[in-house]
């Protein structure tokens, strides 16, 4: 038998399984082997659900521009654009759809290097159908739980700190589609400034937007997590940035985001995890422009005085854009303004400075804990 084969026993009275909703649930089928996509859609519509199909992850992608969909239903491996690529343009693009991944097998190395990729629930071919209606029966009823990271933010944090903190705090409705950083974690006293002249205590859930100076007082910390670029900073004690520009631009369909970050006295640790190739952050300091840009995993420990160190576990380089040209440092490697040097990283970055960034990639990557599945 197949992997793209679908296995039809059970019974087709598994359309009771269809969750009673008002209109009916819409679903997308994303599949290029024609026999699967038109079982699969006939199936849905016998069992009560209004059902679309889509040939391959780009169809999908232009039908999704066009109709609101509740569910979408696709296979990985497809020409011009996969099952994964096409969940990652959901994702940039801020659309929160539950997806159930229906392929030979699951990409596990993707779902490894970017988590919050994870679909709702995997079916791995062949299936049979009441195994294909009891999927999509779950994920829409809310037995399978699903963690929708609102563009990478913990849900936990996003929900409960948004609404813990003062009203004049938040976010304004105007504002709601710009570029925001967020706060989700305060350690000791810590202010911020939206002229440079009133610093005023913040604390989590605080939401910050282009323009705010951040300071961190002496044995305090902050986490600020920039929402719609996949970036958390930490800033160290004695820390003071300002958030100089976060602007976003559409490219190819895909929202682009520019973020530049004025480091004016102290230390941050930065973790990115970007699925936007022309994403780009910026960090200002006394050596000059350190600039992240591309897909992937970055892991940064950059002072104000100019020292930029590229931790283990990167897989983006960092330019050192300052009077010398361009300097690139990769994963172990560090650079100081003095000399224009590299040498390598002190053991007491990997004693000390290693686990706060593991604990800042392991808090950025957290989801919301699982609550009690509905009854049905």
Known sequence: MKKDEIRQTGQLEGAGLRCHASPPHRILVVDDEPSIRHLNTRVLIDSGYHADAAEDGAVAWDALQVNSYDLLVTDNNMPKMSGVELIMKLHAARVALPVILATGSSPKEEFTLYPWLQPA????????????????????????????????????????????????????????????????????????????????????????????????????????????????????????????????????????????LDLRTGRIFTVVRSVVAGSTLEIRNAAGRSVVEGSGVGRYIITADGTHVSAVGSVIPIKVIGENGITVIAAGEQFTKKDGKMPSTSASLYVKDLIQLDELQAEMETSAPQEPSPKL
């Open 121 to 260: 629930a995997t079916l791995l071919k062949p299936y049979t159908v009441v195994e294909f209606l009891g999927t999509v029966k779950n994920v829409l009823c809310g037995t399978v739980f699903i963690v929708m990271l609102q563009l990478c933010l913990p849900v936990a944090i996003y929900a409960q700190e948004a609404k813990q903190a003062p009203e004049s705090r938040l976010q304004r409705p105007d504002s709601a589609d710009r570029p925001t950083a967020v706060v989700f974690k305060v350690v000791g006293k810590c202010d911020y400034s939206e002229d440079g002249v009133a610093f005023t205590n913040f604390e989590r859930g605080h939401i910050f937007e282009q323009g705010a100076i951040v300071r961190t007082g002496e044995n305090a910390r902050t986490d600020l997590f920039f929402r719609r670029t996949g970036t958390t900073v930490r800033l160290q004690a004695g820390t003071e940035i300002k958030l100089e520009k976060m602007a976003a631009t559409i490219k190819d369909g895909l929202p682009i985001e520019h973020t530049l």
